[in-house]
Nanobody, 118 residues
């Protein structure tokens, strides 16, 4: 079965760092663009970062602080988060979106909580 399992969230002080991981299984990982979204209480889910063959993209609010990467051999996508701010507090979700081949269009993980607070 298809799984996207996020890990690495937690509580960190402002200015600190966290590294999120998303382990994928059950589908052809290399056919999918990988993305990180986040959702804070009372706000819409927003795209944080994405990675595909064309490169990477980031929300303006995280550009220069966050780095998305992927290891296709390990079917894992990462989000390195540095210089964290309280406004980064949210549930972070891993998303896979198909860009090659055939099959389901999108998969979602269950999310991991990131809390930035002193």
């Amino acid at each position: 079965q298809v799984q996207l399992v996020e890990s690495g969230g937690g509580l960190v002080q402002p200015g600190g760092s966290l590294r999120l991981s998303c382990a994928a299984s059950g589908f052809t990982f290399s056919n999918y663009a990988m993305r990180w979204y986040r959702q804070a209480p009372g706000k819409e889910r927003e795209l944080v970062a994405g990675i595909a063959d064309g490169g990477t993209n980031y929300a303006d609010s995280v550009k220069g602080r966050f780095t998305i990467s992927r290891d296709n051999a390990e079917n894992t996508v990462y989000l390195q988060m540095n210089s964290l701010k309280p406004e980064d507090t949210a549930v972070y979700y891993c998303n896979a979106r198909r860009v090659y081949g055939t099959g389901p269009y999108s998969y979602w993980g269950q999310g991991t909580q990131v809390t930035v607070s002193s």
